[in-house]
């Protein structure tokens, strides 16, 4: 006859091992911790508090829904006319006023934030371009390579 | 010195551009744990993303755990980045309204103001003629609301111009410097709109700052 002990025993199982947490990244001299909870890039665009009021590009975005989508693209590529005539050349910026698209409208396109494309319109950036960015910007702006390499290098 | 400086937060940090800026917590106590920012040439630059490394509360309990956590919260660190923060503009209700209001009467010119406001957002050296005390371009025509910046508000009126000439509007805006944001708080048409103080919008204008608390600057 097995004692309640001994069944207790033969069901025993040992309890799941002690193993000591992971340790925290430390500080290291001249380096970001490599912990993937704290980004060291922003992780989207920083957005002011706007208190309650809306953003002009939500506001673009409504109008544009609202059946405005034409009058706006007329008057970008108004405005991309007088940049590339200004400019005596195609910009990133002249592009895509010519495409009729709004910063906004581009960085969906390409998969960025805008503040990326307000960058690379200004011409910072643009030498760290990724080769995918380049392919997906000359795909939404229906260019040529040639043609965006030249007007990124402005 | 090389502790000195890491210590005020300066920090070379390969891989990015420009400086990095690790404030310890003892500057970060001193400046109140308000978001540093500076003026790195024309490019407004602002350090973000304040994150501490710090673990949660609960594991400074007892005597060496509120050591660890005093030595931890000497570690805590907070990550910053130096990047563009370009001023956002926000259309506040009544602008809004008056924009609604205007698409119904005259669509082309509301068109233009919504356009032109966008474009503020996408070109930020834009921004900057909006700074002038009386600047005149060849689209755009600012100048202050002298009777409203009298009393200490920064507001300001802008006029713009389409292809057939000046738009019979005025956008009447203030400029939140603290947080980088320009509120436009209404659109009025010129000929009834008086620059004076009786005007209801000027008295909605003076309402709807302080609503917003954009801090009043010395009147001069």
Redesign the interface.
């Known amino acids: 006859m097995k004692s309640k002990l001994s069944a207790s025993l033969a069901t025993w199982q040992p309890e799941k091992p002690y193993t000591l947490p992971s340790r925290r990244p430390q500080f290291q001299w001249g380096k970001f911790p490599e912990n993937p909870a704290i980004p060291t890039v922003p992780p989207h665009d920083p957005q002011p508090d706007l208190k309650g009021g809306t953003s002009i590009n939500d506001l673009v975005a409504e109008w544009e829904r609202d059946g405005y989508a034409e009058d706006f693209v007329k008057l970008r590529v108004e405005d991309s006319q007088e940049i590339a005539a200004e400019r005596g050349r195609d910009t990133l910026r002249s592009l895509r006023l010519k495409a009729g698209l709004s910063q906004v409208q581009l960085a969906k396109l390409v998969g960025t934030q805008q503040s990326a494309i307000a960058r690379w319109e200004k011409g910072s950036d643009t030498n760290n371009l990724a080769r995918s960015s380049m392919r997906s910007l000359a795909r939404a702006l229906s260019v040529d390579m040639t043609m965006l390499d030249a007007a990124l290098n402005d | 010195m090389i502790f000195l400086l890491w210590f005020v937060g300066i920090?070379f940090?390969p891989g990015y551009?420009g400086l990095i800026f690790t404030m310890q917590p003892v500057v970060l106590r001193l400046i109140g744990h308000r978001m540093w920012c500076s003026d790195h040439g024309v490019e407004r630059t602002?350090v973000?993303?304040a994150?501490p490394?710090v673990?949660p509360s609960r594991e400074r309990n007892g005597f060496f755990g509120r050591i660890k956590g005093l030595v931890r919260r000497v570690?805590t660190?907070y990550?910053m980045?130096v990047?563009?923060?370009?001023f956002?503009?926000?259309?506040?209700?009544r602008a809004?309204g008056d924009?609604l209001t205007i698409?119904v009467k005259d669509?082309?010119a509301a068109?233009?103001i919504?356009?032109w406001?966008?474009?503020?957002?996408?070109?930020?050296e834009v921004v900057e003629r909006l700074s002038g005390p009386e600047s005149e371009y060849d689209e755009i025509s600012v100048a202050q609301y002298q009777e409203l910046q009298n009393l200490g508000l920064n507001v300001w009126l802008l006029k713009l111009k389409d292809n057939k000439g000046w738009l019979p509007y005025r956008i009447l805006y203030a400029r939140d410097e603290i947080?980088?944001?320009i509120?436009?708080l209404g659109v009025v048409a010129r000929p009834p709109f008086k620059y004076d103080l009786s005007d209801p919008m000027t008295k909605e204008c003076i309402h709807e700052i302080e609503a917003?608390?954009i801090p009043r600057h010395l009147a001069t």
């Open positions: 920090n940090q551009h602002i973000i993303l994150i490394n673990p570690e660190r990550i980045g990047i563009d923060v370009p956002a503009v926000a259309i506040r209700p809004i924009l698409r669509r082309p068109v233009a919504a356009h406001l966008q474009r503020l957002v996408e070109d930020q947080s980088s944001v509120h436009v917003l608390g």
